[in-house]
Structure formats: structure tokens, C-alpha cells
DNA sequence: TAGCCTCTTTGCCACGTTGCAAGACACCTG
DNA sequence: CAGGTGTCTTGCAACGTGGCAAAGAGGCTA
């Protein structure tokens, strides 16, 4: 049995109310008692027990991040970055993720259930839906990462996509590229859609005309979605001179078909993603993309959520991080 | 204020007993009874508070899996592939960066300050001593992943990394290299240090002489560290016609350094890792690689780890967790 | 119809912590 | 030396749940 707070003032011949003091800190304690106390704390190897004090105290310590994929480098860069923020504001965080829609379903539901383990959640998921949100909503505070339809009920953290797919597919345009291609459309997905408009909205104001068949669509966003869509774009008749990948992962896998197809680039086809996750800066050739600020991200949304929980009543906010476009050897050449 | 047992006892014209029997299903509840309260649960939004349950059950039904960083590959892999075993036994995982060796110490640290939030702690992190494991230890079940000089007293999960070695540098040897070069070797890592010795053993039983100068050592196993190692063996006299890296991501890094340099893959040099993560099958050319299993080794683990939770007093077990050479174009040259 | 048995439901209490506000003590001022 | 001030310590109670064992209800057998 572990030590308890009893079993500290006891051998420090104190209150168990003059133990908690010493450990949290927040009561001024005279030195020789606190030294008193300290020394047995370390004799018996006590620790404060977490379940209790969040019974008490009423709230956890822990923030949840919701993300479809661990694995998938953008969301585990985000991770890391969300659990430094969290850090700095003694919180800890926990990871889930929901996979697919269906599976999501079942994980939001299961976070829902365990609610009570969190002070608030940050989600990541592309997949839930509106009803979702807002069921889990009820429950504690939420801020939603990336772009969202209903973004005004809830305070949400994204960059602009529309302005970010322009940038990239612009700088497609200023290299001379006059049959450029996108990868990664979804039709039910918001942040997908906002590039495709970005997209379209680039080609026509460069005059260029936009043709469906360069619109590949992926069911997901991984390596082998990028592969298969770019070799559908091969299999057609004329190939497509650039390509605008919605995501670093989705250009990686483009990549791959590309140099499979024996097609160099940049010279026959320019690849540019989103993402800036690291795989793309020691690729080959190394990725241009559009590099979102994962940190300001991560502390935004954190930063938020903590102040949200302080204070349920806040209005929400929308909050755009910034991003940039990084040119790397798969637009500009062999260096 | 979220709702309560009373509450809800009160709503349903039952005793807080009878909730707490409906919502647990451990006691025989009747139909009628059961179906009032899952009405006035559902009507008031009930959901049972976790810190509550925690003080009372004595355990969190959290685990912790503390890995050196979640960016990386490997390791986001490992975190998905633990989450999901440590699913089925309705566990959570809490996942710990220790990032560095300074840092982990704090970490390690701020874990076991809170260690009553665990029931458990899963390590990955190649940084932690003997004497840090063994103080958290004291408080709670670890098991321990990778190799360790210290692993007879924990429960411990790891491919054979001697062997592990050896069969990839016999696969570089079988192919005619001659020149192999190492990159990742560490003096104070147990794991490289096995890998080092699989490579020297592998060496020695073809009849190859050992040459210190082809053995580079990384301060980490990021890509960067990869790409400049391979930049040194590439500096010096004469090139290596191979070279073996201790994982995926720094194989990947070497690449980055020989495409820079103009030398084909697997023509001038032949390249192979371990880990077997994603970026390695869609790379240029995709990696040759020891693949460990993964999802052997995460659960493993966890029902090394919950089992010890259920029963403190287990013997501690060593697990080899199979692995296996996956041929790839990045020593079998262009398909 | 009494007695027994099984199925349900319940009351009580403790898990370990901390908020609150009052109590204890020493010291200082006039 | 009384009164006051500030510093430090403490007792009490409650957070929400679930283990335990006993109480209650209803039905069946003899």
C-alpha cells in the first residue's frame, strides 16, 4: 500500500492538512516543519495520489488530442508540439485516435464516455461530423484544429487553406507549369474542398483552364492514396507537368509513382505538398510545400482550450496560423 | 455540475447503489429497473466521473508508454500499434516524450511525481539508467522495450538485434559489397552497441576485415544525423560500396546525402536499415530494411504489463519479438 | 399456509485529497 | 501588560464512486 498523506504527518508529527500544504505549496509553511515533512515524504516514498486530488480539485491536469492517425508524420509533429504547449501550463495530454469515420464514431463516443478523464479535448479528426462536436461540446470544452464548415460555434485553429493551395499552385504557374494537377479532393471534407478551391481559384485568375480529369481524389491521405492517384493521372492520355499534392505524405507517395514511371522531377513533373513534415526536407528531390506554423498551432489551440476551461462563457474565436511556402528541389531543379 | 449517481438515482426512483449497479454491470440488475435508470442517465447526461472511480477502484486504468520522440517513425508507430493492444484490455496510454538524455531525467521524473496517474509504465527511451528505472520501478510495473545490459530484473520486450545485424549486413555481403560502412553506432546505447557487434560478427564470419574508419558513430538517430555521417564516410579516402544503418530514418538520411552527391542507389552504394517504417517503402529508392513486428513487440508489452499490474510479485521475462529482412530496391538494384 | 430460497435492491462507509475558516502561537506596540 | 497583528497550523467536511453484506420482495415447495 502506498503511502498517504496520514501516514506523512504522522511520522512528521503534523496534520495531514499541514502535509498537503507543503506539497502544494499554495499555504506558507515555516522551514522547519516544511523540512520536517519533506523528510519523510522522501523516508516513505510518498506520492500524491492523482485520482484523489482530481476528485477534489474537480478538474484532471489533461487535455485530450484527437487525431485520425498517429502515424501519419503531420499529426505526430502536431502531437509533440501540443504536448509541449500543454507542458507549459502543467498539463498533460492525452492521444486518441479514431482511424477511420466509422471507428471515429466508436472513439469519440468511448471519449465521451470517460469524459470525467478530461478538462477539455482538441480535435484534430477530419471525420467527425457537426452532431458530434457539439454532443461533445456539452460535456467540456473543445477547439477544433483545421478548417470546418460550422466553424463559428466552436473556437477553432487553422491556416487558410484557400490562400495556402493559391500560393502553391501559383508557384506552379510561375515556373511555366500550364497542366497542373491536384491530389487529394474529398468531396466531405472541408479542408480538402477549401484547397481545391484555392486551386481553381489560382489556375483562373493565371487564365489557365481547369479541367476535372487533372482532380484526383483520394479516399485518404497516405502515401499509397498519392501513388495510386498519380498513376491514374499517368494512365490518362496527356500527363499532367506539376502537381499539387494536398499533403506532403500524399506528394511523397506521387513521388514514388513518378519515379517508378522512370518521369524525373522536377523537370517532368513538379511536386509541391502541404505539410512540412521532415520526410519531405530529406526526400528525393527534397519537397517544396506549404509549411504551416505547428507550433503557433499547437500553443493556440492549447492556449484557448486552457483559457476555455477557466471560463466556459468565452466566444469563440477563429484563429488563423500562419504558413509559408518552402521551395525545395522538387519544383526548382537540381540545385 | 455534471450529474451524479444521486442525481440520477433520484431522477430513476433508485438507490445511488443501484446506478453505480446498472452502469458497471457487475450486479444482477432487473430489466425494468435497468431500463429506468439508463433513462434518467441518458436524460440527464450522465457520465461517470473518472476521478472518482479511479480513488475508489485503487487503479487508473492508465498506462504510460514513454518513448524518446513521437516524431519519429518508429516510435509513432509503436505508440499506434500500444494504443490499440492496450485497447483490448481497456486500457488508456499516455504517451511521454523524453526527447534527450537531460530531458528525459526531468520527465522521468515528472512521471513518477504523478506516477498514481499510471498503473503502469511502458519505456521505450534508450536514455534512462539502471537506477531511474529502478526508483520507478519501486512505485510501479514497468516493462522495458529495447535492449538493456540490466534487463534480467524487468520484464522486457526486443528483437535480437545481434542477429538482427547480422542478417542485414549478410544480405550487403551476399550481394559482393566488400567496403560495408556502419552508421549509428553509440557507445552508451545498448541497442546500438548489439547492433554494432551483429555488424563486426557478420564481418568476420565472410572473411572481412573490420575497419574502424567505415564505423560512424550519431549523436541521435535523426535523418540529419544519417545525412551527415554519410557525408564523412563519402569525405574520406576511399567510399564504402554499402553501408548498414542502425534504422530506417538515418538509412533515409544517408540516401538524402548520396542522391546530393551523384551516386546511384543501389549502383554506387547499397543501403539498408532497420525499423521498416512507412517512409522507407515510398522512398526513392524504397529501403531494404530489418523489419521488427511491431505489433508483436506493443503487445507484448502491454500484457506483460497489465499482467504484471494484476500480480506485482511475477518473474521477470525476457521477449524476443520476431523480425525478418525485407529486400527492397535500395540493395537489389532498379527493379 | 408456513417456511425457505432466490433474485433485487439498499445503506453505510471509505478511498486520499484539499477548501474553508477558525484556532494557536509568538511577537510587537503603546 | 493588554490588545493587536501576523504567521503558521489544524479540524472538519465533502468530492463521487463501489465493496460489502444485509434487508426486502416475491415465488415456490411441502
Redesign the interface.
Known amino acids: 500500500m502506498?503511502a498517504t498523506v496520514k501516514d506523512v504527518a504522522r511520522r512528521a508529527g503534523v496534520s495531514p492538512r499541514t502535509v498537503s500544504n507543503v506539497v502544494t505549496g499554495t499555504t506558507r509553511v515555516a522551514d522547519a516543519t516544511r523540512a520536517r515533512v519533506e523528510q519523510a515524504i522522501a523516508e516513505l516514498?510518498y506520492?500524491?495520489?492523482?485520482?484523489?486530488r482530481?476528485?477534489r480539485r474537480g478538474r484532471?491536469g489533461m487535455i485530450a488530442l484527437v487525431v485520425p492517425?498517429?502515424?501519419q508524420?503531420y499529426f505526430?509533429?502536431l502531437?509533440?508540439a501540443t504536448?509541449a504547449a500543454a507542458e507549459r501550463h502543467d498539463y498533460?495530454?492525452?492521444?486518441e485516435?479514431t482511424d477511420a469515420a466509422e471507428s471515429a464514431e466508436r472513439r469519440v463516443f468511448a471519449a465521451?464516455?470517460?469524459?470525467?478523464?478530461f478538462d477539455g479535448i482538441i480535435f484534430s479528426a477530419v471525420e467527425i461530423g457537426l452532431s458530434d462536436v457539439r454532443s461533445i461540446s456539452?460535456?467540456r470544452p473543445v477547439v477544433l484544429l483545421g478548417e470546418r464548415s460550422f466553424e463559428s460555434a466552436f473556437d477553432h485553429v487553422a491556416i487558410d487553406n484557400v490562400a495556402a493551395a493559391r500560393t502553391a499552385v501559383q508557384h506552379l504557374i510561375d515556373l511555366g507549369r500550364t497542366r497542373i494537377a491536384a491530389i487529394g479532393a474529398q468531396d466531405d471534407h472541408d479542408t480538402a474542398r477549401l484547397r481545391t478551391l484555392g486551386y481553381t481559384t489560382a489556375l483562373r485568375d493565371a487564365g489557365q483552364a481547369v479541367d476535372p480529369a487533372l482532380i484526383e481524389s483520394t479516399r485518404r491521405f497516405h502515401?499509397?492514396d498519392g501513388?495510386e492517384a498519380m498513376a491514374r493521372l499517368l494512365d490518362q492520355g496527356e500527363p499532367p507537368d506539376a502537381v499539387f499534392c494536398y499533403s506532403d505524405v500524399l506528394a511523397?507517395?506521387a513521388?514514388?509513382t513518378l519515379?517508378t514511371r522512370g518521369l524525373r522531377i522536377p523537370e517532368d513533373v513538379a511536386v509541391v505538398g502541404i505539410d512540412d513534415i521532415?520526410?519531405g526536407?530529406?526526400?528525393?528531390?527534397?519537397l517544396t510545400t506549404i509549411s504551416p506554423d505547428k507550433e503557433y498551432i499547437a500553443r493556440q489551440a492549447v492556449d484557448r482550450l486552457i483559457a476555455r476551461i477557466g471560463d466556459r462563457e468565452l466566444a469563440a474565436v477563429d484563429l488563423v496560423a500562419p504558413s509559408e511556402l518552402v521551395v525545395r528541389q522538387s519544383t526548382s531543379g537540381t540545385p
Open positions: 502506498a516514498g506520492r500524491p495520489n492523482a485520482a484523489a482530481n476528485l484532471t492517425e498517429l502515424d508524420p505526430a509533429e502531437a509533440r504536448i498533460r495530454v492525452m492521444l485516435q465521451d464516455q470517460d469524459s470525467t478523464l456539452q460535456a502515401r499509397a501513388a511523397l507517395g513521388m514514388h519515379h521532415e520526410d526536407r530529406f526526400s528525393h528531390p527534397p
